[in-house]
Protein backbone atom coordinates (compact mmCIF):
# COMPACT_ATOMS: atom_id res chain seq x y z
CA UNK A 1 0.00 0.00 0.00
CA UNK A 2 1.03 3.49 -0.48
CA UNK A 3 -0.18 6.44 1.60
CA UNK A 4 1.34 10.09 1.04
CA UNK A 5 0.40 12.98 3.03
CA UNK A 6 0.38 16.59 2.47
CA UNK A 7 -0.74 19.65 4.79
CA UNK A 8 -2.59 22.17 3.56
CA UNK A 9 -4.08 24.46 5.65
CA UNK A 10 -7.52 25.12 5.04
CA UNK A 11 -18.77 29.89 -2.28
CA UNK A 12 -20.47 26.38 -1.65
CA UNK A 13 -20.28 24.31 -4.76
CA UNK A 14 -23.55 22.99 -6.41
CA UNK A 15 -23.59 19.66 -7.47
CA UNK A 16 -22.66 18.43 -10.85
CA UNK A 17 -23.32 15.31 -13.26
CA UNK A 18 -19.84 14.35 -13.26
CA UNK A 19 -19.80 13.32 -9.72
CA UNK A 20 -21.87 12.70 -6.97
CA UNK A 21 -21.30 13.34 -3.07
CA UNK A 22 -22.91 11.79 0.15
CA UNK A 23 -22.15 11.11 3.89
CA UNK A 24 -22.23 7.65 5.31
CA UNK A 25 -22.13 6.32 9.08
CA UNK A 26 -19.45 3.60 9.27
CA UNK A 27 -18.44 1.55 11.84
CA UNK A 28 -15.10 0.58 13.39
CA UNK A 29 -13.45 -0.21 16.28
CA UNK A 30 -11.34 1.81 18.38
CA UNK A 31 -9.82 1.14 21.56
CA UNK A 32 -11.52 -1.95 22.32
CA UNK A 33 -15.03 -0.93 21.25
CA UNK A 34 -17.27 -0.64 18.07
CA UNK A 35 -18.04 3.21 17.37
CA UNK A 36 -19.54 4.19 13.75
CA UNK A 37 -17.82 7.44 12.59
CA UNK A 38 -19.45 9.43 9.87
CA UNK A 39 -17.31 10.04 6.55
CA UNK A 40 -18.45 12.33 3.96
CA UNK A 41 -17.34 11.37 0.32
CA UNK A 42 -17.22 12.35 -3.15
CA UNK A 43 -16.71 10.15 -6.06
CA UNK A 44 -15.73 10.90 -9.20
CA UNK A 45 -18.92 9.57 -12.25
CA UNK A 46 -16.17 7.35 -14.02
CA UNK A 47 -16.57 3.94 -13.02
CA UNK A 48 -14.19 1.44 -10.71
CA UNK A 49 -11.65 2.19 -8.34
CA UNK A 50 -9.99 5.80 -7.78
CA UNK A 51 -6.83 7.23 -6.37
CA UNK A 52 -8.28 8.47 -2.94
CA UNK A 53 -7.90 11.63 -1.07
CA UNK A 54 -8.34 11.21 2.90
CA UNK A 55 -8.73 14.64 4.29
CA UNK A 56 -8.89 15.21 8.27
CA UNK A 57 -10.57 17.88 9.93
CA UNK A 58 -9.00 20.05 11.91
CA UNK A 59 -10.11 21.42 16.10
CA UNK A 60 -12.69 23.81 16.86
CA UNK A 61 -11.20 27.06 17.41
CA UNK A 62 -10.01 26.80 21.19
CA UNK A 63 -12.06 23.66 22.08
CA UNK A 64 -14.54 26.19 24.66
CA UNK A 65 -17.42 25.90 22.47
CA UNK A 66 -19.58 22.64 22.61
CA UNK A 67 -21.71 23.40 19.86
CA UNK A 68 -18.93 23.36 17.31
CA UNK A 69 -17.95 20.11 18.00
CA UNK A 70 -21.17 18.66 15.92
CA UNK A 71 -20.55 21.03 12.54
CA UNK A 72 -20.82 18.93 9.45
CA UNK A 73 -17.13 17.81 8.49
CA UNK A 74 -17.29 18.98 4.58
CA UNK A 75 -14.72 21.08 2.37
CA UNK A 76 -16.24 21.41 -0.50
CA UNK A 77 -13.90 23.40 -2.61
CA UNK A 78 -10.47 20.59 -1.87
CA UNK A 79 -13.01 18.00 -3.44
CA UNK A 80 -13.81 19.81 -6.08
CA UNK A 81 -10.13 20.61 -7.04
CA UNK A 82 -9.31 16.62 -6.57
CA UNK A 83 -12.56 15.04 -8.15
CA UNK A 84 -12.08 16.90 -10.70
CA UNK A 85 -8.92 15.23 -11.74
CA UNK A 86 -10.33 11.28 -11.55
CA UNK A 87 -10.09 11.13 -7.56
CA UNK A 88 -12.53 10.00 -5.35
CA UNK A 89 -12.31 12.20 -1.68
CA UNK A 90 -13.48 10.68 1.85
CA UNK A 91 -13.72 13.32 4.70
CA UNK A 92 -13.83 10.77 7.86
CA UNK A 93 -15.12 12.45 11.18
CA UNK A 94 -13.44 11.57 14.36
CA UNK A 95 -15.00 10.40 17.90
CA UNK A 96 -17.46 13.04 18.63
CA UNK A 97 -17.35 15.46 15.70
CA UNK A 98 -19.36 16.25 13.04
CA UNK A 99 -22.13 13.28 12.73
CA UNK A 100 -20.00 10.77 14.36
CA UNK A 101 -20.88 8.65 17.62
CA UNK A 102 -18.19 8.83 20.98
CA UNK A 103 -16.95 11.28 23.65
CA UNK A 104 -14.54 14.15 21.56
CA UNK A 105 -11.62 14.01 23.80
CA UNK A 106 -8.69 15.45 21.97
CA UNK A 107 -6.38 17.41 24.40
CA UNK A 108 -8.73 19.47 26.89
CA UNK A 109 -7.57 20.87 29.96
CA UNK A 110 -9.13 19.26 32.98
CA UNK A 111 -11.68 22.23 32.82
CA UNK A 112 -13.29 21.51 29.44
CA UNK A 113 -14.73 24.97 29.43
CA UNK A 114 -11.00 26.26 28.87
CA UNK A 115 -10.82 24.47 26.21
CA UNK A 116 -7.36 22.98 24.60
CA UNK A 117 -4.61 22.64 26.83
CA UNK A 118 -1.28 23.09 26.06
CA UNK A 119 0.62 20.83 28.52
CA UNK A 120 1.93 17.95 27.01
CA UNK A 121 0.42 15.69 30.15
CA UNK A 122 -3.13 16.91 28.15
CA UNK A 123 -2.16 17.62 25.00
CA UNK A 124 0.06 14.51 23.89
CA UNK A 125 -2.53 11.89 24.96
CA UNK A 126 -5.11 13.91 22.75
CA UNK A 127 -3.08 14.14 19.55
CA UNK A 128 -2.60 9.85 20.12
CA UNK A 129 -6.29 9.38 20.49
CA UNK A 130 -6.95 11.12 17.31
CA UNK A 131 -4.36 9.18 15.51
CA UNK A 132 -6.06 6.11 16.95
CA UNK A 133 -9.40 7.51 15.11
CA UNK A 134 -7.26 8.27 11.65
CA UNK A 135 -6.26 4.44 11.91
CA UNK A 136 -9.44 2.53 11.98
CA UNK A 137 -10.72 5.16 9.59
CA UNK A 138 -8.05 4.82 7.43
CA UNK A 139 -8.67 0.56 7.83
CA UNK A 140 -12.62 0.83 6.84
CA UNK A 141 -11.66 3.34 4.01
CA UNK A 142 -9.27 1.43 1.87
CA UNK A 143 -11.65 -1.31 2.20
CA UNK A 144 -14.04 0.61 0.34
CA UNK A 145 -15.13 -0.61 -3.03
CA UNK A 146 -14.27 2.61 -4.65
CA UNK A 147 -10.93 3.08 -3.12
CA UNK A 148 -7.48 2.17 -5.38
CA UNK A 149 -5.54 1.18 -2.00
CA UNK A 150 -2.27 1.02 -3.90
CA UNK A 151 -2.67 5.34 -4.44
CA UNK A 152 -4.76 7.11 -1.45
CA UNK A 153 -3.31 10.72 -0.14
CA UNK A 154 -3.23 11.16 2.83
CA UNK A 155 -4.01 15.32 3.80
CA UNK A 156 -5.86 17.85 6.51
CA UNK A 157 -6.26 21.49 7.81
CA UNK A 158 -4.61 22.57 10.68
CA UNK A 159 -4.69 19.55 13.44
CA UNK A 160 -5.25 17.27 10.87
CA UNK A 161 -2.66 18.52 8.32
CA UNK A 162 -0.09 17.66 11.67
CA UNK A 163 -2.12 14.58 12.20
CA UNK A 164 -1.82 13.10 8.65
CA UNK A 165 1.72 13.82 8.44
CA UNK A 166 2.48 11.82 11.95
CA UNK A 167 -0.19 8.92 10.59
CA UNK A 168 2.12 7.54 8.34
CA UNK A 169 5.14 7.62 10.14
CA UNK A 170 3.65 6.38 13.87
CA UNK A 171 1.39 3.87 12.61
CA UNK A 172 3.95 1.21 11.37
CA UNK A 173 7.47 0.38 11.00
CA UNK A 174 6.43 -0.21 7.61
CA UNK A 175 5.57 3.54 6.91
CA UNK A 176 8.49 5.05 9.05
CA UNK A 177 11.14 2.74 6.74
CA UNK A 178 9.32 3.65 3.62
CA UNK A 179 9.58 7.32 4.65
CA UNK A 180 13.28 7.30 5.72
CA UNK A 181 13.88 5.50 2.20
CA UNK A 182 12.16 8.48 0.58
CA UNK A 183 14.32 10.64 1.73
CA UNK A 184 12.17 12.19 4.95
CA UNK A 185 11.89 15.41 3.52
CA UNK A 186 9.08 17.76 2.63
CA UNK A 187 8.53 21.61 1.19
CA UNK A 188 7.43 24.40 3.07
CA UNK A 189 5.20 26.99 0.58
CA UNK A 190 5.41 30.66 2.60
CA UNK A 191 2.13 32.39 0.84
CA UNK A 192 1.45 36.44 1.03
CA UNK A 193 -0.15 37.70 4.27
CA UNK A 194 -4.16 37.76 3.48
CA UNK A 195 -4.06 34.48 1.94
CA UNK A 196 -6.20 32.66 3.77
CA UNK A 197 -4.67 31.28 7.07
CA UNK A 198 -6.86 28.78 8.14
CA UNK A 199 -9.36 29.04 5.79
CA UNK A 200 -6.73 28.70 2.64
CA UNK A 201 -8.73 25.35 1.76
CA UNK A 202 -11.77 27.59 0.60
CA UNK A 203 -9.33 29.44 -2.43
CA UNK A 204 -7.86 26.66 -4.25
CA UNK A 205 -5.99 29.53 -6.77
CA UNK A 206 -4.00 29.06 -3.87
CA UNK A 207 -2.31 25.83 -3.09
CA UNK A 208 -3.57 24.02 -6.42
CA UNK A 209 -0.14 24.59 -8.24
CA UNK A 210 1.80 23.03 -5.23
CA UNK A 211 -0.45 20.36 -4.94
CA UNK A 212 -0.33 19.49 -8.94
CA UNK A 213 3.33 19.58 -8.68
CA UNK A 214 3.52 17.18 -6.09
CA UNK A 215 1.06 14.74 -7.46
CA UNK A 216 2.93 15.09 -10.59
CA UNK A 217 5.91 13.88 -9.21
CA UNK A 218 4.55 10.47 -7.72
CA UNK A 219 3.11 10.04 -11.13
CA UNK A 220 -0.72 10.64 -9.54
CA UNK A 221 -3.47 11.78 -12.02
CA UNK A 222 -3.37 15.91 -12.01
CA UNK A 223 -5.66 16.47 -14.83
CA UNK A 224 -8.83 15.43 -16.04
CA UNK A 225 -7.86 14.20 -18.98
CA UNK A 226 -5.03 12.10 -17.36
CA UNK A 227 -6.76 10.77 -14.82
CA UNK A 228 -8.71 7.48 -17.11
CA UNK A 229 -5.27 6.46 -18.72
CA UNK A 230 -4.11 6.24 -15.23
CA UNK A 231 -6.74 4.29 -13.86
CA UNK A 232 -6.27 1.87 -16.47
CA UNK A 233 -2.09 1.67 -16.16
CA UNK A 234 -1.69 1.97 -12.52
CA UNK A 235 2.32 1.81 -12.48
CA UNK A 236 3.78 0.51 -9.37
CA UNK A 237 4.62 2.75 -6.97
CA UNK A 238 6.99 1.70 -4.28
CA UNK A 239 8.31 4.34 -1.91
CA UNK A 240 6.17 6.51 0.46
CA UNK A 241 6.87 10.21 0.99
CA UNK A 242 5.46 12.79 3.34
CA UNK A 243 5.48 16.41 2.06
CA UNK A 244 4.40 19.56 3.94
CA UNK A 245 2.57 22.00 1.95
Known sequence: MRVTAAIFLVPLLGASASWAQGARMVSVTIDGQTVRLEMRF???AAAGDAPTLVFNHGSTG??????SFTRPIDYPEVAQVFVERGWAVVMPARRGRGGSEGHYDEGF?????????CDLPYSLPGAERALRDIEAAMD?????????????????????????????LSHSRESFAAFQRAGGVGTFHELPPGAGGHYLWRQPSGWVAFVEA????Q???????????????RPPITRMTSPVM
Open 42 to 44: YQP
Open 109 to 117: APNRSLGYA
Open 214 to 217: YLKR
Open 62 to 67: RGSDPR
Open 140 to 168: AILAFPFVDPTRVVIAGQSRGGILSVAYP
Open 219 to 233: RLPTKSREAAAQLMT
